[in-house]
């Protein structure tokens, strides 16, 4: 029985070493490098100073939702969220972050001076997706919660259909 045990032990141990010879560590590239992994530290750290500072100002949208309706599979649509800066203060939009690839925000990088307008333009790509879909954008900026959320519906059916 003892010998059972050994040689599944070292069985087990060549497998192991094995496996962990031929596998790839995986290259993380560095935050701030890609536009898809979030903002560089320099940019986390802008809006709660600003925040702290007591720079705080608000954003009103025309509308924080957008329903494209019914779409075929693999269509790219877009939508502006157009805003007002309402507030007394700069409004700075440090960061804009779709909740998943398919979602791809555009931000205003200068401060929207208070009374100023500016539109968050949103790009989805259906490619892959079918049936009913919501995805959001999260806005970091200087406004009281520190964020605001916009929202994207659709209806993705297959090309193919009328």
């Known amino acids: 029985m003892k010998r059972v045990h050994l040689h599944l032990a070292g069985l087990l141990t060549v497998f192991i070493l094995t496996a962990s010879c031929n596998s790839k560590p995986e290259v993380q590239p560095k935050l701030g490098t890609n536009p898809n992994l979030g903002p560089t530290p320099a940019e986390i750290n802008k809006v709660p100073k600003l925040i702290a500072d007591g720079k705080i100002t608000e954003m009103t949208f ?19 969220f157009k805003f007002t800066n309402t507030g007394k203060e700069d409004l700075i939009i440090s960061y804009a972050k779709g909740s998943c690839g398919c979602t791809v925000p555009e931000y205003p990088k200068q401060a929207i001076k208070p009374g100023g307008k500016g ?7 259906s490619a892959g997706k079918i049936g009913e879909t919501s995805k959001t ?20 059916v297959p090309s193919g259909t009328k």
């Open 119 to 125: 539109s968050i333009k949103v790009s989805f790509n």
């Open 137 to 156: 954008v999260t806005l970091t900026c200087n406004v009281t919660d520190g964020a605001k959320i916009l929202y994207i519906k659709t209806n993705i």
């Open 62 to 80: 025309e509308s924080q939702t957008h329903d494209f309706g019914t779409i075929k599979q693999g269509d790219k649509v877009v939508h502006d």
